[in-house]
């Protein structure tokens, strides 16, 4: 009996040993860690499914541009970062025809250079300035849109729907859309080449002097009969004075 009851409190003393240890494993595994800079690259990469506006990042270098703003100002930024799949939803070849500035142009067009919240987004004044320059009609204008929790965001080309958040510290905001925003000032439709006029023919009905209206050339030619029938007149006159005499 009496080993039984030393066994008793032996496992006892075991179990509250091990729940201690969970607990104290647990609270060091929860513990805030120091946070080191801000990186938008790191942030897309543990998202997932942002490979080729991560790409598009590392070789326009906006990313790193980014990266700077954010950890040597208080200004704050808001990204709206197009899925894999929204690039897929373009031609194929997009992305490859545009130039150096114009795939730079594209990715600071999904970057905004102040932090907004979904909530900041429902008192917003459109069109928003983007890092891709003039926000007038015809270059960069980006306008917003809510429903309810919805945002939406137009282009003037096409329209992207807010899926998600997937970062947002008071500073950066980043926002999962539907599709690659395309600025007017590069996937704008050219307007159509003006067509020529078409040739007006010229009437051939005779003037009331009996010229013709076709060309300086043949009025000059019209001129021309009425001096010589002028001509033939002052002869005629002339001849008969003479016969009179």
């Known amino acids: 009996m009496k080993h039984q009851i030393i066994s008793y409190f032996s496992l006892i003393l075991l179990t509250i040993i091990i729940q201690f240890s969970t607990l104290t494993l647990s609270q060091t595994a929860t513990s805030p860690t120091p946070s080191g800079p801000t990186n938008l690259t790191q942030i897309l990469e543990k998202a ?55 795939q730079v142009q594209l990715v600071q067009f999904h970057v905004l250079p102040n932090f907004i919240s979904m909530s900041q987004f429902q008192t917003v004044s459109n069109p928003l300035r983007t890092q891709a320059g003039d926000a007038s009609a015809g270059d960069f204008p980006l306008n917003v849109t809510t429903s309810g929790n919805q945002v939406n965001v137009s282009t003037g080309v096409d329209d992207a729907t807010v899926a998600n958040t997937i970062y947002s510290d008071g500073q950066l ?63 005629f006159f002339g001849v008969s004075l003479f016969a009179l005499l």
């Open 48 to 102: 997932g499914q942002f490979t080729t506006l991560i790409r598009l990042m590392k070789v326009t270098q906006v990313g790193d541009q980014i990266n700077t703003q954010l950890n040597n100002s208080n200004q704050g930024m808001t990204v709206f970062a197009p899925t894999d799949n929204a690039f897929s939803g373009l031609k194929s070849g997009t992305i490859n025809s545009l130039s150096a500035q114009q």
């Open 173 to 235: 905001a980043v926002y999962q859309v539907d599709k690659v925003l395309q600025p007017l000032s590069i996937f704008a439709a050219p307007s159509p080449a003006t067509a020529p006029a078409p040739a007006t023919l010229k009437s051939k009905s005779k003037s009331p002097a009996g010229l013709s209206d076709d060309s300086p050339a043949d009025a000059s030619g019209g001129e021309r009969n009425i001096i010589a029938m002028h001509g033939m007149r002052v002869l």
